[in-house]
């Protein structure tokens, strides 16, 4: 079935340690997002990547970065994670066609830092 | 920046009860889409409006997108245990280079005691 893949699931990193998040694709979409979602808050976007195009939300912090190497695959780093970030990272893609963007996410990954 | 509000926040209801989800903004949304997310889970596509005034029904559900497109609702009729989750409005993003862009509410969270 095709699908949005997230690895891993859950990670645990120490604060200030660097961590990569990963998401890939079955889907063949264009489009590609990384959300923050912290508990009962809305998902929060932080970027998207229309094909190679990189588009930063102007309220994302620097030190969350991203790199698309391919079509399936998008990577979220976070070069120096604060306790602030701990969070849920969604990935979520859609194909622009026509007016519909229904978006389609993954299960997560739940970031815990200590 | 464009912004919606969704009320109530919390809804907790006999199962069986009818239960609505309200989703407001000051301008004129182009389109308004839903997502379910369950406890745990990640939000899922429900439905997209487009047209002033369209009702769409799936099921138990009733979406609705108001005449002047600054509102819409979700009705769920008799509730069951299964309809628990958080349900989020999401327009889409109203301003050029963000295409396809979702701005979320902050999500109603349904409880249903059984």
């Known amino acids: 079935d095709a699908m949005v893949i997230q690895n891993p699931r859950y990670q645990v990193t120490q604060f200030g340690k660097p961590v990569t998040l990963s998401c890939s694709q079955t889907?063949?979409?264009?489009?590609m997002y990384w959300y923050q979602q912290k508990s009962s808050q809305a998902p929060k976007l932080l970027f998207h990547?229309?094909?190679?195009?990189?588009?930063n939300e102007a309220d994302t912090p620097d030190n969350f970065q991203s790199r698309r190497p391919n079509t399936s695959f998008c990577f979220l780093d976070i070069r120096s994670p604060g306790l602030g970030d701990a969070a849920m990272y969604l990935c979520?893609?859609?194909?622009?066609?026509?007016?519909?963007?229904?978006?389609?996410f993954g299960p997560g990954t739940r970031l815990t830092v200590t | 920046g464009q912004q919606v509000m969704q009320i109530p926040q919390y809804q907790h209801v006999q199962e069986g009860e009818d239960f609505t989800t309200y989703c407001n903004s000051s301008?004129?949304?182009?389109?308004i889409q839903w997502y379910k997310q369950r406890p745990g889970g990640h939000p899922v596509f429900l439905i997209q409006?487009?047209?002033?005034?369209e009702v769409k029904k799936q099921k138990r559900l009733t979406f609705q997108f108001g005449e002047a497109k600054k509102n819409s609702s979700l009705h769920i009729t008799a509730t069951q245990t299964t309809d628990v989750g958080t349900y989020f409005c999401?327009?889409?993003?109203?301003?050029?280079?963000?295409?396809?862009?979702?701005?979320f509410g902050k999500g109603t969270k349904l409880s249903v005691k059984p």
């Open positions: 979520a893609t859609s194909r622009l066609a026509g007016v519909t963007y229904e978006q389609y």
């Open positions: 409006l487009v047209k002033s005034g």
């Open positions: 999401a327009p889409t993003r109203d301003y050029g280079g963000s295409q396809g862009n979702l701005i």
């Open positions: 990547y229309y094909d190679k195009d990189f588009n």
């Open positions: 301008t004129t949304l182009s389109n």
């Open positions: 889907l063949n979409h264009n489009v």
